[in-house]
């Protein structure tokens, strides 16, 4: 059996600014890259991470919210001078508008939300729940209501259930969601369940002509969307998307390290804005796919500062 702290404290060595608050979870999902491991920390654990005042400190589980302590957490982190405060969730006890304005009288700043599917019959098979989804629903009505639309992001993570209906995620969220700060398209780690649930992972070739109509639609409804885990030189027209590119600008590493640069991206113009590609996908998969891109990599800079530069700043 891992020991409580120990998956923490290595995974705080490469990305100082996460903390875990144990490792239940209401959910089951198939790709959850917690799996197995017990990531809990200790509270001196915790209280070491916040006391190190990273810019951003992202809180994550398991699920956050089914510690009763979070909200101090959540206070204490804003206390000592914490910046962003960004809890990943599923968003189940959401329901609850007070507990809602709780956490955000506490300081978090934004909600990430995980929200695999929009078609509930794929819902319940990624999380393997049974009549959640109405409910998961309403309680991202709820905290969009009381929260604001600009705290919360949702997370799709791609992966062979979810690659085929990207473009119609766009519009389910545009539709029932439009105030979302931006939709977040995560490309599936090889972490947890997934490394024995290896077909999941399809190649970048078959995932990126459909990220590619979700953001060229998502474009013209005038929605925020984030990519990560798909390298520039493969996200022609939509570069200024891609996280890496912000997180490169603004000095933000974390979870940087999980990604490589392979020998294809020698030359690559887009260099200083990309950190490759995922470690995990690389030892499936290989770099077949790169193209060292030519592109003048300003315009995408300006672009992506543009955003930084917002109402919302950098998240």
């Not at 089951?28 to 491991?37: H, V």
């Not at 960004?86 to 955000?104: D, P």
């Not at 070739?205 to 390298?231: H, N, T, V």
């Not at 990599?297 to 500062?305: D, F, G, K, L, T």
């Amino acid at each position: 059996m891992p020991v409580p702290g120990e998956a923490a404290k290595n995974a705080a060595r490469g990305a100082p600014g996460i903390v875990f608050l144990g490792s239940a979870c209401n959910y089951d999902c198939l790709f959850c890259s917690g799996g197995p491991d017990d990531k809990t920390q200790t509270a001196a654990e915790i209280r070491a991470v916040i006391a190190a005042r990273p810019d951003t400190l992202s809180i994550e589980g398991g699920e956050p919210t089914l510690d009763r302590g979070l909200p101090e957490w959540v206070r204490l982190a804003r206390k000592t001078g914490v910046r962003d405060i960004i809890l990943c969730t599923n968003g189940a006890r959401f329901g609850n508008a007070a507990y809602v304005r709780e956490l955000c009288g506490a300081g978090v700043t934004l909600f990430n939300v995980n929200f695999p599917s929009h078609i509930e019959k794929v819902f319940g098979a990624i999380t393997r729940t049974s009549g959640v989804f109405p409910r998961c629903l309403r309680a991202l009505r709820v905290l969009i209501d009381t929260a604001g639309g600009p705290r919360v992001r949702l997370n799709c993570v791609v992966h062979l259930l979810s690659a085929p209906v990207l473009e119609d995620y766009v519009r389910f969220v545009r539709r029932n969601f439009p105030e979302v700060f931006y939709i977040e398209f995560n490309l599936v780690k090889v972490l947890g369940h997934v490394k024995r649930r290896r077909y999941l992972v399809p190649r970048l070739g078959y995932i990126l002509p459909r990220l590619s109509a979700a953001l060229a639609l998502a474009d013209r409804f005038k929605m925020q969307c984030i990519c990560d885990g798909f390298p520039l030189c493969l996200l022609p027209g939509h570069e200024h998307c891609a996280i890496d590119a912000r997180k490169l600008l603004t000095g933000d590493l974390l979870y940087m390290k999980e990604k490589i640069k392979s020998p294809r991206c020698a030359g690559c113009t887009l260099g200083a804005l990309c950190a490759g590609l995922r470690a995990d996908y690389l030892r499936i998969h290989g770099d077949g796919e790169i193209r060292a891109s030519s592109l003048d990599p300003a315009p995408i800079e300006a672009r992506v500062r543009k955003f930084l530069a917002g109402p919302q700043g950098p998240r």
